[in-house]
Structure formats: structure tokens, C-alpha cells
């Protein structure tokens, strides 16, 4: 058993904070906000454990630029951020090659498709089974010949054995009522579960784990103290707290300590927005996705909410709320009838590092310090299983997968 200081209680550090005390470990966590209260709380709840395509795709480049050009597109930068984005933009263009596509999505399918099997477990424990629905996802199409260019993403998730049934226009009316008439193709994955509400499913983990005997402690943390055998604590601004092993997983902010700790990440803010409508005055029965705007729809207990953009301000930078806008809009065309009375609006800094595979796996330079950081737009489908291999490393146990593709010291 060793005592164990989690950085971090987003839904990655609830994850591996909840396996490490199954495992027997004595944990502490240290956040400065509420647990989930960054990242993790406004996402659209899905748990989409088949999505092992990473986002650097042939043609991306071009897409981007489209998207860029077009007001209502979903990707947008700030020219004061550039200098400081485009050695990372490089490295992300660099990953659109079929050769490391097939790479990154390899290491993705290694871990990802156990993800809700991981959840199960610990949402039962906390209490949290009545939160999560098995209802799969749908993404719409404008018509079967959208549709078809978009088959060899497809057909790649059918090499991989992941399951989908394509749907024509009586089945999409059938399937999802609320969707307008003006989308006439979808295509259904029924392995997809999604939960009503992604800050409850948080708050309620840290629930449990409290009542586990696990300590949060709210507190900014500044650096780090290394001594002969690693890092010896963690420093911050409401003192010093020691463990036998620290685990980093802070989000987008945990660049900032790997590089305190030796190590250089390419890690970037890809900002995301969305809307919550208490008020929709509908209900959709899936998580409904438009690939082609990157937007999202899942209805939660708290309303509606409308999820998109791909925004590359810079970790931290002030809002641009047309991006919410933005995303409403798109949630319109798909539900026309959507009342917006009550909307609330929200952004997120989803962590995204160059090949999309996140970084799960032991410093190089302090043995007693590990990383669980940069799941991007899959945080809450791979938060258990995150947890599950990090418990298990952490142990010192036989890894069931090949850690090498997660290294924090890989080449991205
Ligand atoms: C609009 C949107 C929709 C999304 N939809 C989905 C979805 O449907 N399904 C899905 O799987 N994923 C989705 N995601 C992605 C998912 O939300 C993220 O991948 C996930 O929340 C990341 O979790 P995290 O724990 O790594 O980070 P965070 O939730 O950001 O947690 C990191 C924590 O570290 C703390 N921290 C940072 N620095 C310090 C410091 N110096 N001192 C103390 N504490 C610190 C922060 O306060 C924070 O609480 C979505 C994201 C967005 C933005």
C-alpha cells in the first residue's frame, strides 16, 4: 500500500483516484476548484468508447482551412496565440500521414473499447448507475451522398470490428423524432452509453471516495520539491503535501508541471463551448452527433445541451462566446423546435496533444511520479479505464496492454 497524491480531481484524476483506493492505495487529492468543476463538468456526457480515430486525419489540413474560413465553421484560432501554437500545429498536420494514422488510432483501439466495462464498476459502488443510459449514437447526415463520402471513417471502425448500422430516412424518423426532416441519413452505434449529467457523475465519484477515506484538499499547486528518490513534495499555495508516488493529471495544466519535472509536452487547449437549455421543450433519445460541425446533442437531467468548436486560443484566454453561438445554431438545424429560454453557456479546455493518444505512463526523470493527462474530447469515455492502467502501473502489476504508445517522453 502506498500513500498516493493525486494532482488533479477532474474526471481523469476521480478515475484513477477511485481504482487506486479499490487497489488499496492511501489517496489524497489536491484541485484548487470543486471536484469537476474544470474541464470535466459541461461536456456532453457521452461515453463513446468506439471514437479510436484520432483527430489528425488525411485531409485535415484543408478542412481546417475551410472551417477556419467559414463564420458558422467550428475550428478558430488567436493570431496572438499563433507564435506560441504553430510548433504544435506542425506536429498535428505531421500526424495526418495514413502511416501514423494507423499508429495513433492502434494505440487508441488498445485501450479505449473496454472503457464503459472499466466505468461499470465504480459507478455501481458510487451509486451512480441510475445517471447512465445505454443509448447509443446517432450521427446525422444532410443526405445518403454526405453520407457515403464519410464511409471510409467508417469502414475504418468496421476493419477495427467495432459495430454500426447505417440508417435511411424511415429509420432516422423512427429512431430520433425530434431530428428535422432536413437530415435524411444517419448511422447508429449502439455501443455508446452516455450519462445525464457529467458534473453529478463527478461529484458523485468524489463522493464515494470520501466516504472511502480519501482526502481532497483544495489547494493551487506551485512546483514541486525533488529530493534523492524523486519528488518529495508537492508545493502549494496552502503548504506542502508528501506521498510515496504523485500522479499528475491536471488537465491541460499539467504541461506546466511536466515541464517543472523535466519533461516537455506538446500539449494544447483545444477549447470547446456549449449551451444547456433547461427550457428545450424536447428530448432527444441518443447522443446526437453532426460530424460534418463537429457539435454534439445529448439530453441530460438539467435540459439539453449542445456541445461543439474547435477552438485554439491559448489555455486560459478570455471567451469568445460567438463560438456558443455558434453551436446553438447548429443544434437548431438538427432540432428546429428547440426553446432557448433559460440558456446557459459554458467553455472547456479539452487537453489535445499532437497524435491525440493521451499520456498515461511514468516520468522518465522522478520514479516516484506519473502522468494521466490529455484524453482531449474522450475524458469521460476513457476516465475508468485511464484509472484502471494507472492503478494497475502504479501497483507495479503486469499491464495487460503495451504502455510504450502513451509515454510522456514518446515521439508525437
Ligand atoms: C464541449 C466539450 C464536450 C465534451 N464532450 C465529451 C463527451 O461527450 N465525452 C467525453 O468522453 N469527453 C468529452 N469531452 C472531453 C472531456 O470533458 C475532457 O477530456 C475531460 O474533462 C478531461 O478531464 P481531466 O480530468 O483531464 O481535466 P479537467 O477536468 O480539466 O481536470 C483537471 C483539474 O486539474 C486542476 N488543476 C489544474 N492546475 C492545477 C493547479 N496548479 N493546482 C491545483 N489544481 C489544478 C483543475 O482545477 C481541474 O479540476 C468534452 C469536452 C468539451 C470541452
Not at 435524411?184 to 470520501?210: C, M, Q, T, Y
Request: neutral net charge; aromatic residues 10%.
Amino acid at each position: 500500500m502506498s500513500k498516493i497524491i493525486v494532482i488533479g480531481s477532474g474526471v481523469i484524476g476521480l478515475g484513477c483516484a477511485s481504482y487506486l483506493t479499490r487497489f488499496g492505495h492511501e489517496v489524497t487529492l489536491i484541485d484548487r476548484v470543486e471536484p469537476g468543476r474544470a474541464t470535466s463538468y459541461g461536456n456532453a456526457g457521452g461515453i463513446a468508447n468506439t471514437f479510436v480515430a484520432p483527430l489528425a486525419m488525411p485531409g485535415l489540413m484543408k478542412k481546417y482551412i475551410k472551417y477556419y474560413l467559414d463564420p458558422e465553421g467550428p475550428v478558430s484560432f488567436r493570431w496572438s496565440h499563433m507564435p506560441a501554437l504553430l510548433p504544435f500545429m506542425y506536429q498535428f498536420f505531421r500526424n495526418c500521414r495514413p502511416e501514423r494514422v494507423k499508429e495513433c488510432s492502434e494505440a487508441l483501439a488498445a485501450f479505449m473499447p473496454p472503457a464503459y466495462e472499466a466505468w461499470e464498476p465504480l459507478f455501481k459502488d458510487a451509486g451512480l448507475m441510475p445517471l447512465v443510459r445505454h443509448n447509443g449514437g446517432l450521427w446525422v447526415y444532410k443526405d445518403d451522398a454526405t453520407l457515403d463520402k464519410d464511409m471510409p471513417f467508417w469502414n475504418s471502425r468496421r476493419n477495427a470490428g467495432l459495430e454500426f448500422h447505417r440508417l435511411n430516412d424511415d429509420e432516422l424518423r423512427q429512431s430520433e423524432p425530434a431530428v428535422s426532416r432536413d437530415w435524411k441519413a444517419a448511422v447508429l452505434e449502439p455501443d455508446w452509453h452516455s450519462v445525464a449529467n457529467p458534473f453529478d457523475i463527478s461529484a458523485g465519484l468524489a463522493k464515494h471516495l470520501r466516504e472511502r477515506g480519501a482526502n481532497f484538499v483544495q489547494a493551487e499547486v506551485r512546483g514541486f520539491e525533488k529530493g534523492a528518490d524523486g519528488v518529495s513534495a508537492v508545493v502549494t499555495d496552502k503548504g506542502n503535501y508528501s506521498g510515496d508516488k504523485i500522479l499528475i493529471a491536471a488537465g491541460v495544466w499539467s504541461k506546466r508541471m511536466a515541464a517543472q519535472l523535466g519533461s516537455k509536452v506538446p500539449l494544447e487547449s483545444q477549447r470547446g463551448y456549449h449551451v444547456t437549455l433547461p427550457n428545450a421543450g424536447l428530448e432527444t433519445r441518443h447522443l446526437v452527433v453532426v460530424g460534418s460541425a463537429k457539435v454534439a446533442i445529448s439530453t441530460l437531467n438539467i435540459g439539453v445541451r449542445i456541445v461543439g468548436a474547435s477552438a485554439f486560443p491559448g489555455v486560459d484566454a478570455p471567451a469568445d462566446w460567438s463560438q456558443a453561438k455558434m453551436v446553438l445554431a447548429w443544434g437548431k438545424r438538427v432540432l428546429p423546435d428547440l426553446n432557448t429560454e433559460g440558456m446557459t453557456e459554458w467553455f472547456g479546455e479539452r487537453p489535445l496533444t499532437p497524435d491525440s493518444i493521451p499520456v498515461m505512463g511514468r516520468s522518465p526523470h522522478h520514479k516516484n511520479v506519473f502522468y494521466a493527462f490529455g484524453h482531449s474530447h474522450m475524458g469521460l469515455t476513457t476516465g475508468g479505464i485511464t484509472g484502471r492502467l494507472m492503478a494497475q502501473l502504479m501497483s507495479d502489476q503486469q499491464m495487460p496492454i503495451d504502455m510504450n504508445p502513451y509515454r510522456i517522453d514518446r515521439r508525437y
